[in-house]
């Protein structure tokens, strides 16, 4: 496995886990749907940071790590920002 894989799966695991913290520190009942929906989306944020690297090539691992938290914290927000505000304006008309 190169550099570039190792640091992709790095990535993951701290997404994964920043998705699982959001749900346990939140007050909402945990269900098996709502913790695999978490973890997949931090996943998938902390893994997309990645691609500042097609920008910053010499950028450090520790920033990039920074970087994902970064973006699975408030990108995860966002989401569900967007998604209860769509839900519910669907739910209104």
Same mark, same amino acid.
């Given at each position: 496995?190169?550099?570039?894989?190792?640091?992709?799966?790095?990535?993951?695991?701290?997404?994964? &886990?920043?998705?699982?913290? =959001? &749900?346990?520190?939140?007050?909402? =009942?945990?269900?098996?749907?709502?913790?695999?929906?978490?973890?997949?989306?931090?996943?998938a944020l902390a893994?997309?940071?990645?691609?500042?690297?097609?920008?910053?090539?010499?950028l450090s691992e520790?920033?990039?790590?920074?970087?994902?938290?970064? &973006?699975?914290?408030?990108?995860?927000t966002g989401i569900?920002?967007?998604?209860?505000?769509? =839900?519910?304006?669907?739910?209104?008309?």
């Open positions: 496995m190169d550099e570039i894989e190792k640091t992709l799966i790095r990535l993951g695991i701290f997404g994964a &886990l920043i998705g699982l913290a =959001k &749900l346990l520190v939140g007050d909402e =009942k945990i269900t098996f749907r709502l913790l695999l929906g978490r973890i997949l989306l931090g996943v893994v997309s940071s990645g691609t500042v690297l097609i920008q910053f090539e010499n520790l920033a990039l790590i920074g970087l994902a938290c970064t &973006l699975g914290i408030s990108g995860q569900e920002w967007l998604l209860k505000r769509g =839900k519910s304006k669907s739910e209104t008309e």
